[in-house]
């Protein structure tokens, strides 16, 4: 057997204003309501052929909730490692009030479509505030969950969200101990996680070195951020990278730019969705192909042979400094029609060759180095090498979120020496309407991003996107904040803690 075939769902989840959620019943019937719209997506998947089914992140209920809300929408759902066989469509009667009914619907649905079933929900774990010092005043436990249902409709697989994003701490709590979660199926094993949690080492990065997962499910909520941090080329990257399936099924909610899902192979997309124009969920079904287990190929390049800038090129690159999601790279400018580049940042360097495609097309192109801790939404430390399409003429506007992309090129390899050997190599187009990924028109081969023929649409971004996890607990202040004044900072801490306990 060579291949599965999976199916994500981007769900426009059904909400209800925060002041109307006031007890368990209304949280109930919001949930039935996306529970609905999950159940005619699963029965189309499995008419389909798919094996396994995802949907996304806080997909039943949202996510704009108090933590005293968010209690409503939660059940206190056993874990399978110390109760293996749970099955609530079997077990549980539907009108037994100490019912978990979302499990319940769940379960049902996985049995009744005969497939795997990747939902993310709440659970609550209650605590004695006397006994346990890490007990919340409130005496609960309140954890971001994904659940995993076999075909038979038992639970196979529970895991709590690890790196919570922003305001989500207001209302979930961290697990004291990461939780490493599996599944095997007839097709392959499979880890979870959680959205945030990709942009870290731990769980992601020891599922799959440690833990021989080889296939992703992966719920999330992903806003995108332009130019490094859009959903589908950020998860097609990880998939690339790592080696690995990545099945992952984004909330829809185009007004908060969180949309993008897709299934990733090692090989790239099979299939994506990037619909930034409707308010409407999609189901997406793809063939995949079960991978033999191969260690992850190094893509750590020692420092050699980097070719210094010819002449030409030296009187006309402009070099200069400038913001990316507030990261300060160094760049360099692309003269045209041709050349090779290079340009460094402390330890990490970048080198270009290129040709446009079109000398006369507009467009500032620029390529960027930079390596050190990103502090903004989160803390973790990044080493880049970015070839992007700057927003206008402006060197100012190069690294600001873009859709506008006027020049393709008839070649290009972009290359870097990094620390580290977690590189995600990230390809965008754009003909202005949305995110092409042109999957068949670039490779990615011993750590090179690579184009032969000019690609079909414009280049929006290549980039070699590093993770060098042993530093992401640097001290703080060597990141975008050691840019601002002590006052600043200062002011920022007492605002923030002003405003979190306000929240809180
Ligand atoms: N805004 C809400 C909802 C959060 C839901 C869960 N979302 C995540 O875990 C965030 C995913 C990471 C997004 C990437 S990483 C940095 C960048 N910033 C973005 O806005 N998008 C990207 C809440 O905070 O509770």
Redesign the pocket.
């Known amino acids: 057997r060579k291949s599965y075939t999976a199916a994500v769902y981007e769900h426009a989840v059904f909400t209800l204003p925060l002041a109307e959620i006031e007890n368990k019943t209304v949280a109930l019937s919001v949930m039935k309501q996306n529970l609905q719209v999950y159940e005619t997506a699963t029965a189309e998947a499995k008419k389909k052929g798919a094996e396994i089914i995802v949907f996304p992140?806080?997909g039943l209920y949202g996510?704009?909730f108090t933590r005293e809300v968010f209690h409503y929408f939660t059940e206190d759902i056993p874990n399978p490692e110390t109760q293996p066989g749970w099955n609530p469509c079997k077990d549980q009667h539907p009108g037994d009030p100490t019912n978990t009914p979302v499990q319940y619907w769940l379960s049902c649905m996985a049995l009744n479509n005969s497939i795997y079933l990747v939902a993310n929900v709440g659970d609550v774990k209650y605590c004695n505030v006397k006994s346990d010092k890490l007990c919340p005043a409130d005496g609960r436990y309140q954890y971001?969950t994904n659940v995993v249902y076999d075909p038979e409709g038992r639970l196979v697989a529970r895991y709590h969200?690890q790196?919570?994003?922003?305001?989500?701490?207001?209302?979930y709590n961290q697990p004291h101990q990461c939780e490493y979660t599996t599944f095997t199926t007839p097709f392959g094993k499979f880890g979870t996680f959680?959205?945030?949690?990709?942009?870290f080492r731990e769980p992601p990065i020891s599922l799959v070195e440690n833990y021989g997962v080889d296939n992703v499910v992966f719920p999330?909520?992903?806003?995108?951020?332009l130019p490094l941090?859009?959903?589908v080329e950020?998860h097609q990257a990880w998939a690339m990278g790592m080696g690995v399936n990545f099945l992952s099924a984004n909330?829809h909610r185009a007004s908060?730019?969180?949309h993008g899902s897709g299934i990733f192979t090692p090989q790239g997309a099979v299939v994506y969705t990037h619909d930034t124009t409707t308010e409407q969920g999609r189901l997406l079904v793809a063939k995949v192909p079960i991978l033999k287990r191969t260690p992850i190929k190094s893509t750590y390049r020692p420092y050699k042979n980097m070719p210094l800038p010819t002449d030409h090129e030296a009187q006309t690159a402009i070099k200069f400094q400038a913001e990316v999601?507030s990261d300060l790279f160094d760049f360099v400018t692309l003269p045209k029609p041709s050349g090779s580049l290079t340009i460094c940042q402390k330890a990490v360097c970048c080198q270009l060759n290129y040709t446009f495609e079109d000398s006369h097309s507009g467009g500032l192109y620029a390529l960027g180095a930079f390596d050190g801790l990103h502090t903004?939404?989160?803390q973790y430390y990044l080493q880049i090498c970015t070839l992007l399409s700057c927003a206008n003429s402006s060197t100012d506007s190069c690294g600001q979120p873009t859709n506008i992309a006027k020049s393709r090129f008839k070649n290009l390899s972009l290359s870097g020496i990094f620390n580290t050997k977690y590189i995600f190599p990230e390809f965008l187009t754009t003909d202005g309407t949305g995110h092409d990924l042109a999957n068949g028109q670039w490779l990615y081969d011993d750590g090179m991003i690579k184009v032969n023929n000019t690609t079909v649409k414009p280049l929006l971004s290549a980039t070699l996107f590093g993770r060098w996890y042993q530093r992401d607990n640097d001290f703080y202040l060597t990141g975008a904040s050691a840019r601002k004044s002590p006052m600043v900072l200062a002011l920022n801490l007492v605002l923030y803690n002003v405003l979190f306990n306000l929240l809180y």
């Open positions: 992140e806080d996510f704009e971001n969200k790196n919570l994003f922003m305001g989500e701490k207001l209302k959680t959205c945030f949690d990709v942009l999330t909520a992903w806003m995108d951020v941090f859009a959903s950020f909330t908060l730019r969180m999601f903004r939404e989160g």
